[in-house]
């Protein structure tokens, strides 16, 4: 077997295509040549942020022990099956948060913990994912990828802009990270170069290199190869189908203008395959070490979507959450469901000893406790290893503390991601458990 030592990383190529391979125990794709060969088997550490917008059930969302005979409220439900790789986090709060009491001033700096600007313009701070991004970003194609199930409203809502109730990722204090809505988008990013023109499968266009590099690895590597070569090809053909069924909103990626009549703002029409689409272009993301960093937000805090398929479509979610009902549960699950889908995804991904799982930290948050803008505390859980850095089946609680500050956890979470600042937001201390 020929072992390939590459300085970057290896990646399959074709016209206009790039398309970068995940972990394989017969190449370094990560690192350095020098570092590759005392290092050849460590995977890098990921970190994806969740988000939906309104809280949670208020009497529904809580943890009791630790490890696996962890017991977790109704709306943590659909995480039982990785208690012992779960992460329950009570008692966390943002200062800044509490002076505007609505919506948009509890989720602009949710992070980064820094003030905003009321009176309708736009002054935030950069948050964590973008400073994760812009100091290791250069090592990946794609520095991160910020995804959204929901428009960007660039309305004023009670003197603060409704940019802040619809972005959680900020470049800079005064710029929101370009949310990509779009499951082919998207995709694109991952794949496609910006030459790239007409209606060719990712796959066919490095079908030749991929035959090519299939000869030079291990029959194990061969297997996972072929298997992230067809989970590439499903996504693609996912997309395709959906479009065609005119599903998602917007245009294909591969024409220079929409083929189907623009939808209306708000809400995809089939938010179920939105969101699982978008749940798979964060994994495949990750797998092909893309990129390290992503952002996913489910739903705008105010949001506007609806749950039709749940049978909660007499309400928009902002409304929904004013009032802690059996519907309000079945909402808050369905968003806890799709981070145990890309958590279980993850988790079939064999990257050497460990999974992918155990090598990313996956956060879910809100920006208040529940729907009646309570912020005094903050919901959180993660799943994941980050590395083997994270100590799974914890349930903490800084509740009553005098340093309780959420950027606390962005300090930790960089920590694990090879950043280490003194300070970040009104921090000046990662949590030592995390």
Known sequence: MKTHQLSRRTMLRGLGVSMALPWMESLSVWGDEAKAKSSASQAPTRMAILFSGCGYHRTEWWAKGEGKSMELGKVLHPLNDFKDRLTFIRGLYNAEALKGNIHSSQTGNLLSGAPLSAGGTILSGTSVDQVVAQRIGRQTKLPS??????????SVHKNYSMLYSSHISWSSPTTPTPLEVYPALAFDQLFKDSSQRGDKSVLDAVLADAQNFRRNISQLDQRKLDEYLNSVREVEQRIESAGQRGELQGWRPTLTEPNIPRPK??????????????????VLAFQTDTTRVCTLKLNNDHGTLRFPHLGVDYMIHHLLSHNDTEDWLKVNQFFLEQMAYIAR??????EGERTLLDNSMLMLCSSMLNGHHDASQLPVVMVGGGGGKL????NLDYLGQSDRQMCRLYLSMMDNMGVTLDAFGDATKPLAEV
């Open 145 to 154: 990828l910020v995804l959204g199930c929901e428009k960007a409203n660039p």
């Open 265 to 282: 703002d708000g809400f995809p029409q089939d938010i179920v395959e939105h969101m699982k689409l978008m749940s798979d272009i964060l």
């Open 345 to 350: 995804r993850m988790d079939d991904i064999q």
């Open 391 to 394: 100590k799974g089946g914890q």
